[in-house]
């Protein structure tokens, strides 16, 4: 039974690896946003730095556990805003000085794609560890981020073979380049040979501290969630790249389709020259709450209000549009909006 868990593992860390562009991963953790967390850890680790850029178009979820874990981890958190959607790399270059780390997500939290290559290169060029806050689906179509000199790659699980399950758990990965691998949180399985000579696979770079002097341990936070980890891996195989290359052009395609029917119906996206994968935000001419809930009552569930979040977007509504959507209830959804 151990073997077939550790085997699990291991090619749940491959699969992650090939996707990121990275060449280490650890078993998963709880979520994307507890990743963040032990991302910080490391970069602090790594480059004696007690400072943690985040942009403002990073999820507020995200930026709110880091903050959390920050005065246990001696961090100082300091935020880059957004410009009309996205972030200026001039902007995290100035802020990065003197940086541990700096966390942005592509695509963002507008479903923007950031200019991520240039955020990468600010953070490198102020000797700050870039790491990216990644959707695994939208990888089937954007570059990764090791390809574009990330030192670390995080994020949420969920969309690939997970269910919602009412909010989580779900599973969070973190994935970066080899000179991190000690420094990595949780655990991380190699493949070796048994004394007969037969493949198998172990436990490897465990320090005694993981298990036994904890306040000295390299994380404190992250959860095994192998079972869940599990149905990713089946779900990436079945893919395939190819797959989820489709995967990724279906959902593009579906947004697509969703924000020029909202835009016929006279609601203009927020930040019309941005482009999106497979979120947007749209304005709704009223209380984004409001529109929510007359949607609601029709019963669509339309999307998230931004406003809870980012003042001035009282109006905006975060609308997403996955493969598991149909043009039907796209048409409803415009529908129900545009009343």
Request: proline content about 5%; aromatic content about 6%; some cysteine.
């Amino acid at each position: 039974m151990s073997q077939g868990v550790l085997q699990a593992i291991f090619e749940y860390q491959t699969a992650i690896c090939e996707l990121t562009g990275m060449e280490v991963s650890n078993a998963s953790g709880y979520d994307g946003t507890t990743v963040a967390a032990d991302a910080c850890f490391v970069a602090k680790h790594a480059t004696g730095r007690s400072k943690i850029v985040v942009t403002e178009a990073t999820n507020p979820q995200v930026r709110q556990v880091v903050k959390t874990y920050a005065p246990g981890f001696g961090l100082e958190v300091v935020e880059v805003p957004h410009d009309g959607g996205t972030t200026d790399p001039d902007r995290v270059r100035e802020a990065a000085a003197d940086a541990a780390a700096v966390i942005f997500q592509q695509p963002n939290f507008f479903g923007c794609l950031e200019p991520a290559p240039d955020l990468a290169a600010a953070a490198n060029d102020a000797e700050a560890m870039p790491i990216a806050h990644v959707d695994l689906v939208s990888l089937g179509v954007l570059e990764a981020p090791g390809v574009y000199g990330c030192a670390m790659a995080i994020g949420e699980g969920q969309s690939a073979g997970n269910a919602m399950c009412y909010g989580g758990p779900h599973y969070g990965f973190l994935a970066a380049r080899s000179e991190y691998i000690r420094r990595m949180p949780g655990r991380i399985v190699g493949e070796t040979v048994d004394a007969a000579g037969e493949r198998g696979y172990v436990l490897t770079l465990q320090t005694r501290e993981q298990h036994i002097r904890r306040e000295k341990a390299t994380s404190n936070i992250t959860t095994n969630q192998t079972l869940l980890a599990l149905a990713g891996l089946v779900h990436l195989s079945l893919l395939g790249p190819q797959g989820l290359r489709e995967l990724g052009e279906t959902c593009m395609a579906l947004a697509g389709y969703a924000k020029e029917q909202l835009r016929a119906a006279g609601l203009e996206p927020v930040f019309p020259e941005k482009a999106t994968f497979k979120e947007f935000a749209v304005r709704t001419g009223r209380s984004a709450r409001d529109a929510i809930s007359a949607a609601r009552a029709k019963g669509i569930s339309p999307g998230y209000p931004l406003g809870r979040d980012y003042a001035g977007l009282d109006d905006a509504l975060l609308v997403a549009v996955t493969e598991q959507r149909t043009i039907n209830e796209i048409d409803r959804l415009v529908e129900a909006l545009a009343a």
